[in-house]
């Protein structure tokens, strides 16, 4: 079964400082797509990183980038200098290959900017 | 403006009482997708297109209905709502020409079901 974990259901940083959220997936495939996408009280679900399984180099969007680990099947998002905007729900989301439109998201972890 | 819409935005409706949400995206995508949005269960897809007439089940299809008569439009349907189905629901769609298969949401629909 495609199962994606969200581990830590809340975490808080203090505005400019780093922050990391984790991901891990399951899947049998070799090539495949993941995303991480914030959806703020607004409830609108925005995307903000994507990474090809097949792309060794880790994606990066200004100040978010990724930890793309594939033999571990680990996809953390890096948050640097966060921001009081930076503060929402975010959601780990795998995409199945070859099968049209398949995609299967993790329960998210809500994030907490500190002033 | 690229964009993908639902109607209604908030619905409250009682057990049994047929209804319709609408799904409408102006991008000439291929693939669209229905999720159910539940406190601590994340995204959960409900039926998702390929294509005009091609529609699969996802991982939670029970209850719903959909249909995809035209490109643009794909509709979720609940015949009989129960209130296990009151949640925040989204439409989305990709392109299938596009490689990054990047997905836009709907707004989401508030129902409840009493």
């Known amino acids: 079964a495609q199962t994606v974990t969200q581990s830590q259901p809340e975490m808080s940083v203090q505005e400019a400082e780093t922050v990391t959220l984790s991901c891990t997936y399951d899947?049998?495939?070799?090539?495949?797509?993941l995303f991480w996408y914030k959806q703020p009280p607004s409830r609108q679900m925005i995307l903000v990183i994507r990474?090809?399984?097949?792309?060794?180099q880790n994606a990066t969007e200004n100040r978010f980038s990724v930890n793309f680990q594939k033999a571990a099947k680990s996809f953390s998002l890096k948050i640097s200098d966060s921001q009081l905007g930076d503060a929402a729900m975010y959601f780990c989301?795998?995409?199945?290959?070859?099968?049209?439109?398949?995609?299967?998201f993790g329960t998210g972890t809500s994030l907490t900017v500190i002033p | 403006e690229a964009q993908v819409t639902q109607n209604p935005r908030y619905l409250i409706t009682v057990t049994g009482k047929k209804l319709t949400v609408t799904c409408s995206q102006n991008?000439?995508?291929?693939?669209m997708s229905w999720y159910r949005q539940d406190p601590g269960l994340g995204l959960r897809q409900i039926y998702y297109?390929?294509?005009?007439?091609?529609?699969d089940k996802g991982d939670v299809p029970e209850g719903y209905k959909v249909s995809r008569k035209e490109k643009r439009n794909f509709p979720l349907i609940l015949e009989s709502p129960s209130p296990n189905q009151t949640s925040l629901y989204f439409c989305?769609?990709?392109?299938?020409?596009?490689?990054?298969?990047?997905?836009?949401f709907g707004p989401g629909t508030r129902l409840t079901v009493t």
């Open positions: 297109s390929m294509n005009v007439e091609v529609t």
């Open positions: 991008m000439n995508h291929e693939y």
């Open positions: 989305a769609s990709s392109s299938a020409t596009v490689s990054s298969y990047e997905q836009y």
């Open positions: 990474q090809e399984a097949y792309k060794q």
């Open positions: 899947t049998s495939e070799s090539d495949y797509y």
């Open positions: 989301a795998y995409r199945i290959p070859n099968t049209g439109n398949q995609f299967y």
